[in-house]
């Protein structure tokens, strides 16, 4: 039986549901194309043998405009050793043009992301979710500039913490803060 999926517009964000990166299953083979850029700009890709790519990756084609733009999100699998002990793997999008593909958010690593349109947007912006600890969960949304995605907004979920005296308190809704956002692009390529 398919998955279910929903669709939550809130405050004129259409959300896409988050899709899980290590053990979704529903992906499609990474396009040769993809695993030639990756094996450019990342030093463990490129120490892959051919035959390890496919048990490695997997690839979700999306849409990143409204006017159609296709892109791949390419992401570590739980097999692989590009994912870490909680569960975050890698992460990369690329977008389609006319010479090809090209890498236009490198995120690091990532448990699970989804596609956010905004009202009269002209781009997706993109939501990942890393697993800190028990007890937080980051967020980063990325809008594309024109050029690659970019961290706008970054935020922390805190399940549990501390009172005034030193008392653990469970947060039911979790806390939410504002976190300083960091671009890391370039930071895990060569």
């Known amino acids: 039986m398919p998955k279910s999926r929903i669709l939550v517009v809130i405050f004129g964000l259409a959300l896409l549901p988050l899709?899980?990166?290590?053990?979704?299953?529903?992906?499609?083979?990474?396009?040769?194309?993809?695993?030639?850029?990756?094996?450019?700009?990342?030093?463990?890709v490129?120490?892959?043998?051919?035959?390890?790519?496919?048990?490695?990756?997997?690839?979700?084609?999306?849409?990143?405009?409204?006017?159609?733009?296709?892109g791949v999100v390419v992401v570590g699998?739980?097999?692989?050793?590009?994912?870490?002990?909680?569960?975050?793997?890698?992460?990369?999008?690329?977008?389609?043009?006319?010479?090809?593909?090209?890498?236009?958010?490198d995120a690091g690593l990532a448990q699970s992301w989804r596609l956010v349109w905004s009202k009269n947007a002209q781009s997706a912006d993109i939501q990942t979710q890393t697993h800190g600890s028990a007890t937080e969960t980051d967020?980063?949304?990325?809008?594309?500039?024109?050029?690659?995605?970019?961290?706008?907004?970054?935020?922390?979920?805190?399940?549990?913490?501390?009172?005034?005296?030193?008392?653990k308190v469970t947060f039911d809704p979790p806390m939410t803060v504002a976190t300083e956002c960091v671009d890391t692009w370039g930071s895990f390529r060569k």
């Open 19 to 44: 899709n899980s990166l290590a053990s979704s299953g529903t992906g499609v083979p990474v396009p040769d194309a993809i695993v030639q850029i990756l094996r450019q700009t990342n030093v463990n």
């Open 46 to 70: 490129n120490d892959l043998k051919s035959e390890d790519i496919s048990g490695s990756f997997e690839a979700f084609p999306v849409k990143l405009s409204s006017t159609g733009a296709a």
């Open 77 to 105: 699998t739980s097999e692989s050793g590009f994912c870490g002990a909680t569960g975050n793997c890698s992460f990369w999008v690329f977008m389609s043009t006319a010479s090809g593909y090209r890498l236009v958010l």
């Open 139 to 167: 967020y980063v949304l990325y809008r594309y500039s024109g050029t690659r995605y970019r961290p706008i907004r970054c935020w922390r979920e805190l399940y549990a913490g501390l009172d005034g005296q030193g008392n």
